[in-house]
């Protein structure tokens, strides 16, 4: 079975810093694929951000970045230099092996605010 | 905007009452994934569709069943409601049913039952 861990209390980071999302995983599948999404008070979930577990490279998409150890099964996203836009849930999430269905498996969220 | 809709935003009904849920996957998409996000439960999958067939089932009630239809919209039907059925739901979709490396939601349907 696939299992998200994601423990931080609410994380508080000041406009125009780095912040890092914790968050790691249990599987005993060889081939996986891990997501963030963001989803503001308005209730979207919208999709930030995928690593596979064979992409040799750490994923970024422009301020979001993903920072995959592999060995120690953690996947914490990093957003550089925040915008008060910003201020949201954050979602980690698994889908399964290639050849298995696609669904995810969602940890509990972390909740993010952004100070000016 | 993602491409996947679903309707309606909003739904305020009875306990015991019967609703559906529509969802239009993002052209081109064959699959569909419906989930439900409680405040005690967080996000769960509840169930999937490719191409009009039922692929995976989740933590779906007994009182709840899917369709994806030949146009690849999906519906998700609730039934004998219950207060603790008050959620939101999702339906995202994807190309393939395997191995996609993006999976879209839509904006979700808000249920409340009284």
């Known amino acids: 079975a696939q299992k998200i861990t994601q423990t931080q209390p609410g994380m508080f980071v000041q406009e125009k810093e780095a912040v890092t999302l914790d968050c790691t995983y249990d599987t005993s599948d060889q081939s996986y694929g891990l997501f963030w999404y963001k989803q503001p008070s308005s209730g979207e979930m919208i999709f930030l951000i995928y690593q596979g577990s064979y992409d040799e490279q750490n994923a970024t998409e422009g301020r979001y970045s993903l920072n995959f150890q592999k060995a120690r099964k953690s996947a914490n996203l990093v957003i550089s230099a925040s915008q008060l836009g910003d201020s949201a849930m954050y979602f980690c999430?698994?889908?399964?092996?290639?050849?298995?269905?696609?669904?995810?498996?969602f940890g509990k969220g972390i909740t993010l605010s952004v100070r000016p | 905007d993602s491409g996947v809709t679903q309707t309606p935003k909003h739904l305020i009904t009875a306990t015991g009452q019967r609703v559906t849920l529509r969802c239009s996957p993002r052209?081109?998409?064959?699959?569909v994934y419906w989930y439900q996000q409680s405040l005690d439960q967080g996000l769960q999958f509840l169930i999937q569709y490719y191409n009009g067939e039922e692929r995976a089932k989740g933590n779906i009630l007994e009182r709840f069943s899917a369709q994806q239809f030949p146009d690849l919209h999906s519906e998700l039907n609730l039934s004998s409601l219950e207060l603790g059925d008050s959620a939101l739901y999702f339906c995202a979709s994807t190309r393939t049913q395997t191995s996609p490396r993006t999976q879209y939601f839509g904006p979700g349907t808000r249920l409340t039952v009284l």
């Open positions: 999430a698994m889908r399964g092996p290639t050849g298995a269905n696609s669904k995810l498996t």
């Open positions: 052209s081109g998409d064959l699959s």
